[in-house]
T-cell receptor, first 112, second 113 residues
Framework: KAGVTQTPRYLIKTRGQQVTLSCSPI?????VSWYQQTPGQGLQFLFE???????NKGNFPGRFSGRQFSNSRSEMNVSTLELGDSALYLC???????????FGEGSWLTVV | GENVEQHPSTLSVQEGDSAVIKCTYS??????FPWYKQELGKRPQLIID?????GEKKDQRIAVTLNKTAKHFSLHITETQPEDSAVYFC????????????FGQGTTLQVKP
């Protein structure tokens, strides 16, 4: 069974630009969540989607948004990029809410 | 909201020794506690988890213990090997089916050959 797949793996953006990251969950998994990982702040929850609905959102500004499609694939978008948005963005999926979550390899975003 | 504290932040042991990492949490209604291992440049991988109706769980050299009264849980690695060197994160699933995990700050474990 294929794991959680994230694209792109690496990207460099300029301040003020926007970025879209994509995530394909494990087949059959309906819950997709996103986390930001930085050396200083650790792993922080961004948002979680289930059946195309955002069920929970972390403490991030409105520049961070996401969505989930009917096939459970998910995207997250960051607009008006800031230097501090440089991080590893991890997508995770689980069968249902409350089950074990499995992470993808992440998308490394560098903002210059 | 839920708060998770993880200690120590770094841990260095000799190969063959045991390693223990401890996490404390604040919400007594939390009921799921996974541990993830993250090697450099890789994804966090689940290594063991425990639910609140169980006090201890073991998988070969790895064990997790949960003390609900004191609101802490610990990861125990016995007979450590160099390949155990990584960053370990504890996490807590807060009550209410939120779909999110609250992570500890991580422990960098170095196993010296």
């Amino acid at each position: 069974k294929a794991g959680v797949t994230q694209t792109p793996r690496y990207l460099i953006k300029t301040r003020g630009q926007q970025v879209t990251l994509s995530c394909s969950p494990i087949s059959g998994h309906r819950s997709v969540s996103w986390y930001q990982q930085t050396p200083g702040q650790g792993l922080q929850f961004l948002f979680e989607y289930f059946s195309e609905t955002q069920r929970n959102k972390g403490n991030f500004p409105g520049r961070f948004s996401g969505r989930q499609f009917s096939n459970s694939r998910s995207e997250m978008n960051v607009s008006t990029l800031e230097l501090g948005d440089s991080a590893l963005y991890l997508c995770a999926s689980s069968l249902e809410v409350g089950n074990t979550i499995y992470f993808g390899e992440g998308s490394w975003l560098t903002v210059v | 909201g839920e708060n998770v504290e993880q200690h120590p932040s770094t841990l260095s042991v000799q190969e063959g020794d045991s390693a223990v990492i401890k996490c404390t949490y604040s919400d007594s209604a939390s009921n799921y506690f996974p541990w993830y291992k993250q090697e450099l440049g890789k994804r966090p991988q689940l290594i063991i988890d425990i639910r609140s109706n169980v006090g201890e769980k073991k998988d070969q050299r790895i064990a997790v213990t949960l003390n609900k009264t004191a609101k802490h849980f610990s990861l125990h690695i016995t007979e450590t090997q160099p390949e155990d060197s990584a960053v370990y994160f504890c996490a807590v699933d807060p009550p209410g089916n939120t779909g999110k995990l609250i992570f500890g700050q991580g422990t960098t474990l170095q196993v010296k050959p």
